[in-house]
């Protein structure tokens, strides 16, 4: 088992402003497994996912990634398994406005031991010709590949994507998407997707919906598909 999730609560808040966010979750998850995260907005999967990635602290239980408990690591320690073990994804791309699309990637190398080829990475992305180029210069679409690159030059065991494609059109929604799907497939990358759109969970391995804090259904996807496919 490579990543198990334990019990794990959180709320925010205290007295009568008090809200449970999650309410005690669990399951597991394989080296490179593609698990969509699913429910309606408030559902706690946000609040889960910076949990997994160490952004946020749960009030109890435990994850553990490849034998390694998070709760267990004090704030050096856990900085340390951030870099080494997580490439982050979000909806807000965030990347560096100064640096050009190559240095942008390259920040994220910077933080690994073994990072892969930028240029490499540049050509899967369909970056290279625009590696010279400012963030302002791309589209939306072409600074969301610059952040996938950042994240997957790391080499990290495991990418959290937080509704990476929440703020693209359709089509260029189905690029990125193709785009993860390339990623775990080439490198083996464990991904965990928060995601509302009901369509994305077709692609995943593991579908896991969770609606007001709880899981509804932990499901293995029999009938995966290639995002290509995907229609919604």
Request: proline letters at 3%.
């Amino acid at each position: 088992m490579f990543i198990e999730i334990s019990d794990i609560k959180k709320h925010f808040g205290e007295g009568e402003s008090r809200v449970d966010v999650l309410k005690g979750i669990s399951f597991e998850l394989e080296k490179g497994e593609f698990c969509v995260l699913l429910g309606p907005s408030g559902s706690g999967k946000s609040t889960l996912l910076n949990i997994i990635g160490g952004i946020d602290r749960a009030d109890s239980g435990y994850i553990s990634i490849n034998g390694e408990k998070t709760a267990d690591m004090n704030e050096k320690a856990l900085t340390a398994y951030r870099r080494k073990h997580l490439g982050y994804i979000f909806q807000m791309y965030n990347l560096i406005p100064n640096l050009n699309i190559k240095e942008n990637i390259e920040v994220g190398a910077y933080l690994s031991d073994s990072p892969l080829d930028v240029d490499d990475i540049l050509k899967t992305l369909g970056l290279y010709e625009h590696r010279h180029k400012l963030p302002n210069q791309l589209s939306g679409g072409q600074q969301q590949r610059t952040a996938i690159g950042r994240a997957i030059v790391k080499n990290p065991d495991i990418l959290l994507c937080d509704e990476p494609t929440g703020a693209l059109d359709y089509n260029t929604s189905k690029d990125i998407l193709k785009l993860i799907e390339t990623v775990n497939q080439k490198y083996g990358s464990t991904i965990i997707m928060v995601t509302h759109n009901d369509a994305i969970k077709n692609m995943a391995d593991r579908v896991v919906k969770l609606r007001d804090g709880v899981i509804r259904k932990n499901t293995q996807n029999e009938n995966k598909i290639s995002a290509e496919e995907l229609e919604w």
